[in-house]
């Protein structure tokens, strides 16, 4: 703020005369604190010329002059202070506040004949008391750091200590690789269940079977003999748990391809991770193709004589398994607009699943596996209680997207644990929660869990526990874990025995303490990188202090509750979207939609609450049914926008850059109602509940659920509010 009380005829007058001046400054926070004093004694008194021009009135020509508007979020009130002397009287001069703040913070400084006073006055509803403190704190400390001896950085200016790494308990030993195990638990107890599926239960005897007769396809291959891994394109059943071990089993990598995937994106995928061979089902029209194998699901049961041949053949192989050698890879979403593939060892897998009994009290007797074997959650449902004697449980495809049927089926199958991310979980409580009592454990993972949804968790299943995963592909799976408790803080954890975890700044330096920042994991688990990439590999894992750490691109801040320090997921550092338990990385999407003739710019973004993707394209006049359809072709249903917006033009920053802020907070324009919605009474309750779930005006009583965006959450929405609306289940 700047005095515009300069004139000389104006000296006498009393009132406030002050002006808020925006000023930018190009910081380094590398740099010496000098450059910036520097850089602001250079700019400041030029600014000063311009302190009548009215702060409203320099947004306002920015604003008509098609400029960025000037966001004044920190002010500074500096003054000079000469306490005055009157005949027969004290003056103290003192900072009073109003009760309103105009900015979300303003730091007060007053320079006084014999000390200098600081304050901080602060927005409570974007800036709470406890973080304006530390900042104040922070601010005090720069300033006697400065005065005492000028810091070697800017980052280094606040005095205040680093936040130190949050490290996991040290894991208990284990095995480099979990096959042996695996194999070992089977033959212990051949006749116990070891597999469910849609069609039934498979024994652990006759699983071994069934994996040394796809060892037997595999080496009798000459085509896939030379194949370091094999692709496995398989509906969710037993034969993908046979199709696994048998990989590892011959010393290949598995590489799980989600079968209901576009043709493009598997092709993409295939043809990523060549040399390999594939394994998929009885009558797949590929496997004509001589590096295909067909695989059905295994029997039911198996003989004696053959079982024991196959335990003892398959220990033998699973013995000479190394453990770095590759385990998995699973392929995510791209920045460049194709899947990265994350190569993951057998000492990555191992570390991630044995230390999984410090963490949990109970074992999974049978692990229900709701995700797509394309990703890698699937690999907890399907390693983990195997290598505890338990058996993975896994719903067909039409069963997952139906939460009525999947909640029957955990409770049909008896499940003790399953996993899955917080919006199927929500929609199983409010529709089946009567189906889910005799879990033992629900784990939640994917995306951020709400209070809403840990209260409505121990409120009807308060025998249960609920815990939250946290962890990207390239820390194998889980990096973090906590137990939600009610009426507690809804926070990621701490990490998992073996793992380290560090939050730093832009610049990699660890964060003061507080401050939030990006979340660096380190550990057995971090994978070796992406496939082929590695720019990218050398982008996303770095070396610091002699560690190898993964940058997870996460904006998370440590807390401390109680005696513990726990992480708080904040958002993200980039424009990576987290929308239903899928995280798209927006350029593979945009992409695709910049292949469509039609397309010239398009941008995709998260809108709305709940959060929608939505797809802004321009030129105008682009038909959404057309971009769908394109789209469908090559990417899977789940990175498809709910909706698309076309414009003449995207807008753009003042320096030209695509303004994602401006897409995400415009509202979605829609098309006028159909007078349909008046026919009936009903039929206006159906259009309402449809409009409010799909978050879109545009729908008439013969719209295309799916066209719209829809989704088996969103019809779980709709399905519940009907319910709820008609009085009926």
């Known amino acids: 703020t700047a005095s515009t009380n300069d004139h000389v005829d104006a000296a006498d007058l009393v009132g406030y005369y002050l002006n808020t001046l925006p000023v930018a400054l190009d910081v380094d926070v590398t ?10 004694v250079d700019i400041v008194p ?62 007060f400084v007053q320079e006084r004949t014999d000390r200098l006073e600081i304050g901080l006055e602060h927005r409570g509803s974007v800036l709470g008391r406890r973080d304006a403190e530390r900042l104040l704190d922070a601010f005090e400390a720069a300033l006697r750091a400065t005065a005492i001896a000028p810091p070697t950085s800017v980052a280094d200016a606040s005095g205040l200590a680093a936040e130190a790494d949050l490290v996991g308990s040290d ?98 995928i295939h043809d990523a991770a060549l040399p390999c061979a594939s394994i998929v089902t009885v009558g797949d029209p590929a496997a004509s193709d001589a590096n295909t194998i067909e695989l059905d699901r295994p029997a039911a049961a198996a003989s004696h004589d053959a079982i024991a041949d196959a335990a003892h053949r398959l220990a033998a192989a699973a013995s000479t398994i190394e453990w770095a050698s590759e385990a998995y890879a699973i392929f995510t979403s791209g920045s460049t607009g194709v899947p990265k593939g994350v190569s993951v060892t057998h000492r990555n897998l191992a570390a991630s699943t044995f230390v999984r009994s410090q963490v949990y009290p109970t074992v999974p007797t049978r692990f229900v596996v709701p995700s797509s074997i394309g990703f890698d959650s699937s690999l907890v449902g399907l390693v983990w209680p195997l290598v505890a004697g338990g058996a993975p449980v896994l719903p067909a495809d039409d069963v997952v997207g139906d939460v009525d049927r999947l909640a029957e089926f955990v409770s049909d199958t008896r499940a003790t644990h399953v996993l899955t991310v917080p919006s199927v979980y929500r929609a199983m409580l409010r529709r089946r929660p009567d189906r889910l009592v005799a879990l033992d454990t629900v784990i939640v993972a994917g995306e951020a869990t709400d209070r809403a949804l840990v209260e409505a968790h121990h409120d009807l299943l308060g025998g249960v526990c609920l815990r939250d995963e946290y962890g990207p592909t390239e820390a194998t799976v889980w990096a973090t874990a906590h137990e939600h408790r009610p009426n507690r803080a809804v926070r990621i954890g701490t990490p998992i025995p073996g793992v380290r975890v560090r939050v730093v700044d832009p610049g990699l330096r660890p964060v003061v303490a507080g401050a939030s920042g990006e979340l660096l994991i380190s550990g057995a688990t971090v994978t070796q990188g992406y496939l082929g990439a590695d720019e990218l590999t050398a982008e996303r894992f770095v070396v610091l202090d002699g560690r190898r750490w993964y940058r997870t691109g996460d904006r998370v801040r440590l807390e401390v509750d109680g005696d513990e320090r726990l992480i708080d997921f904040v958002g993200r550092v980039d424009d990576q979207l987290n929308v239903g338990g899928n995280r798209r990385d927006p350029s593979e999407v945009e992409a695709a939609l910049l292949r469509i003739d039609a397309v010239t710019e398009a941008a995709v973004v998260a809108s709305g609450e709940p959060p929608r993707v939505v797809a802004h394209v321009a030129p105008g006049g682009v038909d959404e049914a057309r971009l769908r359809a394109a789209l469908a072709d090559e990417l899977p249903g789940r990175s498809i926008p709910h909706r698309f917006v076309a414009h003449d033009e995207l807008p753009r920053t003042s320096r030209g850059k695509l303004d994602r802020r401006a897409l995400e907070t415009s509202a979605v324009p829609t098309a006028p109602l159909s007078d349909d919605a008046a026919a009936t009474s009903m039929t206006a309750v159906v259009l309402g509940v449809w409009r409010d779930a799909l978050q879109r005006d545009d729908v008439a009583v013969d719209s295309d659920f799916f066209a719209l965006g829809g989704d088996s959450l969103s019809a779980v929405v709709i399905v519940t509010a009907l319910g709820a609306r008609l009085g009926r289940d």
């Open 31 to 40: 740099g010496p604190v000098a450059d910036v004093v520097d850089a602001a």
């Open 46 to 107: 030029d600014l000063l010329e311009h302190r009548r021009y009215p702060f409203a009135r320099i947004v306002r020509d920015a604003r008509d002059a098609g400029l960025a508007e000037p966001s004044v979020d920190v002010m500074l009130a500096y003054q000079e202070l000469a306490t005055p002397t009157l005949t027969g009287a004290t003056v103290e001069q003192r900072i009073l506040a109003s009760g309103t703040s105009v900015s979300v913070c303003t730091l």
């Open 171 to 268: 894991p208990v030993p284990h095995p480099a690789v979990v096959v042996p195990t695996i194999i070992e638990a089977l033959a212990a107890d051949p006749d116990r269940i070891a597999v469910v599926d849609a069609d039934g239960e498979v024994t652990a005897g006759a699983l071994l079977v069934a994996v040394a007769d796809c060892v037997d396809q595999l080496e009798r291959h000459a085509a896939a003999e030379a194949a370091p891994r094999v692709a496995v394109r398989l509906p969710r059943s037993a034969a993908v748990v046979v199709a696994m071990l048998a990989t590892w089993c011959t010393r290949r990598s598995y590489l799980p391809i989600d079968a209901t995937s576009p043709l493009r994106r598997r092709t993409l």
